[in-house]
């Protein structure tokens, strides 16, 4: 379920096809292997969760697990990032600025992150995530936030040159399987 922009919880039944599908493109689209380190950010409450999860999982990832302390702070959750030595972050664009803005500023490239993947918000690309991801060659921003009635949603990947970015993030293509009307 989530609250979307009313605050009050709704959900929607999906069904386990829809789940299939999306770990099954997730995969495809962030490759990596058993040494790939996933953080799980996301509460379980929400629906990226399950992407986030079993996606790595399914692939013979790791899925490394930071308690909310580290969690809320953006400084330490970077130090923590580069201590587990994490490939792979699934976040919202708010908490990607902090970390991005927070990395920066402390000095640590981090990287070993090369996959960050927003959803769960609009995306704004601020100067902090693009600076981050400029400083590490092949390092890649996802789009997952668009129209979602499979399961979570539309996806796009920026370019890796930042300065092609275009200054509204598109919500891309849709997931295999599923088609936009």
Same mark, same amino acid.
């Given at each position: 379920?989530?609250?979307?922009?009313?605050? *009050? $919880?709704?959900?929607?039944?999906?069904?386990?096809?829809?789940?299939?599908?999306?770990?099954?493109?997730?995969?495809? #689209?962030?490759?990596?292997?058993?040494?790939?380190?996933?953080?799980?950010?996301?509460?379980?409450?929400?629906? +990226?969760?399950?992407?986030?999860?079993?996606?790595?999982?399914?692939?013979?990832?790791? +899925?490394?697990? $930071?308690?909310?302390?580290?969690?809320?702070?953006?400084? #330490?959750?970077?130090?923590?990032?580069?201590?587990?030595? +994490?490939?792979?972050?699934?976040?919202?664009?708010? +908490?990607?600025?902090?970390?991005?803005?927070?990395?920066? *500023?402390?000095?640590?490239?981090?990287?070993?992150?090369?996959?960050?993947?927003?959803?769960? #918000?609009?995306?704004? $690309?601020?100067?902090?995530?693009?600076?981050?991801?400029?400083?590490?060659?092949?390092?890649?921003?996802?789009?997952?936030?668009?129209?979602?009635?499979?399961?979570?949603?539309?996806?796009?990947?920026?370019?890796?040159?930042?300065?092609?970015?275009?200054?509204?993030? $598109?919500?891309?293509?849709?997931?295999?399987?599923?088609?936009?009307?």
């Amino acid at each position: 379920y989530t609250s979307g922009s009313t605050g *009050r $919880p709704k959900a929607v039944v999906m069904p386990h096809k829809a789940l299939a599908n999306l770990l099954s493109w997730t995969i495809r #689209e962030l490759s990596g292997d058993p040494r790939t380190v996933v953080a799980q950010f996301t509460a379980l409450s929400f629906d +990226v969760s399950a992407q986030e999860i079993l996606s790595a999982l399914v692939a013979g990832k790791t +899925v490394a697990v $930071p308690d909310d302390e580290i969690r809320r702070d953006p400084n #330490e959750f970077v130090r923590w990032l580069d201590q587990h030595q +994490v490939n792979e972050l699934f976040a919202p664009t708010l +908490v990607l600025d902090m970390v991005c803005a927070a990395a920066l *500023r402390d000095g640590r490239a981090l990287p070993r992150l090369r996959e960050l993947v927003q959803a769960g #918000e609009a995306l704004v $690309p601020s100067e902090a995530i693009k600076a981050f991801c400029a400083a590490v060659p092949g390092r890649r921003l996802h789009n997952h936030y668009g129209p979602a009635e499979t399961h979570v949603m539309t996806s796009g990947a920026l370019p890796e040159d930042v300065g092609a970015w275009p200054v509204v993030a $598109p919500i891309g293509k849709p997931v295999d399987n599923a088609r936009v009307y």
